[in-house]
């Protein structure tokens, strides 16, 4: 299994509303890492867990919280957004967190704050 | 100041073609990932360039790390509608960043038929 899987795939939501995106992994790699992306731009980084503790926070607005409840499962809770935060939101992970090597991704949540 | 720099950002050719995307940094890197990612999808790893000079094929794509691993090029021959995307150059400065990729801007290619 060399995949990861995000859900939902599609999100609408409004700016009072709280939701949460789910990824998950099941290659036992052991950093996992959520990227916004706007359209035809590249992802930016937001979090990077490794070896399930938060080591990366890229200066993250507080309306996002990421969970990492074991190895495999990574989530990514959301409060009080803004439209400007539509966009379509990547998992991804990697077998060493110490190097940034190889990237697999997931399809992506698209989401759109009304 | 963009780390890595890509160009073009835009490219529109007619299948058959040959085209080349560039991605130079000032920063020597330890190496270089080429992602390309299709709309509504998350990107997928084409190559991984370690040494320097190092030439890498895949079917109609070349890739090449600069001598001084600061520089990297990804040439495609005859182009095909289905090479239609969203190119990405990636890599971790120096080596030192502990899991921070760094992306290029990205160059959207379109391949008409």
């Known amino acids: 299994d060399t995949e990861v899987t995000q859900t939902p795939k599609h999100l609408v939501m409004g700016m009072t509303n709280k939701k949460s995106l789910k990824c998950e992994q099941h290659?036992?790699?052991?950093?996992m890492y959520w990227y916004k992306q706007k359209a035809k731009k590249p992802p930016e980084l937001m979090f990077v867990y490794s070896y399930e503790k938060l080591s990366i926070n890229e200066s993250v607005p507080s309306r996002f919280s990421p969970e990492c409840p074991n190895s495999s499962l990574l989530n990514l809770h959301l409060h009080a957004l803004q439209p400007e935060d539509s966009a379509l939101y990547l998992c991804a992970s990697s077998q060493n967190p110490s190097l940034a090597e190889e990237l697999f991704f997931g399809s992506g949540t698209q989401l759109s704050v009304l | 100041t963009q780390l890595l720099e890509q160009s073009p950002q835009f490219l529109s050719i007619q299948e058959g073609e040959n085209l080349t995307v560039y991605c130079n940094s000032s920063s020597v890197f330890s190496s270089l990932q080429w992602y390309r990612q299709e709309p509504g999808e998350g990107p997928v790893l084409l190559v991984t360039v370690v040494t320097g000079g190092e030439v890498k094929k895949l079917k109609r794509l070349t890739f090449q790390f600069g001598d001084a691993r600061k520089d990297s090029s990804l040439h495609i021959t005859a182009a095909q509608p289905g090479d239609t995307g969203l190119y990405l150059c990636?890599?971790?400065?120096?080596?030192?960043?502990?899991?921070?990729?760094?992306f290029g801007q990205g160059t959207i290619l379109t391949v008409h038929p």
């Open positions: 990636a890599g971790e400065p120096g080596g030192t960043s502990y899991g921070k990729l760094t």
């Open positions: 290659m036992g790699h052991r950093a």
